[in-house]
């Protein structure tokens, strides 16, 4: 049997998808509350860097992985039109608060329950694939940004955005908070001190920028760049699939 991480514990890889269902069905409800205490709402400011630099245009294609509470699918909804923005995510629960998210504001978006791993989509499908926060759980990244290349039309563009390495001159004060004050948020809001205990460990399992940015060359990806946000703290990749 084949190992992998679970935050820092190492599990199954059989098991790994069915422990981040749980985390991810945990928190569905308070998802966006939580968002907004740990990062101060920096999150909003990194996603909105994310949209204006995905550039949707009318009538685009786009494909959003991991979904979530839909607030990249959502702001490329409104670009590109709802029709066009497929959302997905492995865990019902946080693709239902997303889909009905967009349901109340008359985005009426097509969604499907599915693993990034295996994308229930053809080759050459999409103008534009993003995955926020969610690389990072995904068993095997090296096969899921493979298929988010895959279902790419040729010149279309893949968008990462990730927890990363954080500057070396904040790394004391970012683990302090991560492993210290973090758990505490979400047991005192969510109610669940572990969920948050491996959203801190599965940050520093996570490939750093250098790292992720070979894996997407070596999934078939051209032009890879990076922007570092909060020094590091997060990090948007970006890469064209070869016309």
Not at 49 to 56: E, G
Not at 128 to 136: I, K, N, Q, T
Not at 209 to 214: A, D, G, N, P
């Amino acid at each position: 049997m084949s190992e992998t991480h679970f935050g820092f514990k190492k599990v199954d890889e059989s098991e790994k998808a069915a422990k981040v269902r749980d985390v991810f069905m945990s928190v569905a409800s308070n998802y966006d509350i939580m968002n907004d205490l740990m990062s101060g709402g920096l999150h909003r400011v990194w996603k909105k860097f994310t949209v204006d630099l995905a550039n949707v245009q009318r009538g685009e294609k786009v494909l959003d992985v991991a979904s979530g509470t839909a607030d990249l699918a959502k702001a490329f909804a409104k670009q590109a039109g709802p029709a066009n923005v497929w959302q997905t995510d492995i865990n019902e629960a946080m693709l239902r608060v997303g889909r009905d998210r967009l349901a109340n504001e008359g985005l009426a978006t097509p969604n499907a329950l599915a693993d990034a791993e295996k994308l229930p989509f053809a080759s050459d499908s999409f103008d534009l694939v993003s995955v926020a926060f969610g690389l990072r759980n995904m068993t095997h990244k090296d096969v899921a940004l493979a298929e988010m290349t895959r279902v790419l039309k040729p010149g279309g563009r893949l968008l990462v955005l990730e927890f990363s390495k954080v500057h070396k001159s904040l790394e004391k004060a970012y683990d302090a908070y991560s492993f210290g004050l973090l758990p505490k948020i979400g047991k005192l809001v969510a109610k669940d001190e572990a969920s948050y205990q491996y959203l801190a460990e599965s940050i520093r399992m996570h490939p750093d920028q250098e790292t992720l940015k070979t894996m997407m060359q070596t999934a078939g990806l051209s032009n890879v760049e990076y922007w570092n946000l909060a020094a590091g703290v997060v990090a948007l990749h970006r890469g064209h699939k070869p016309a």
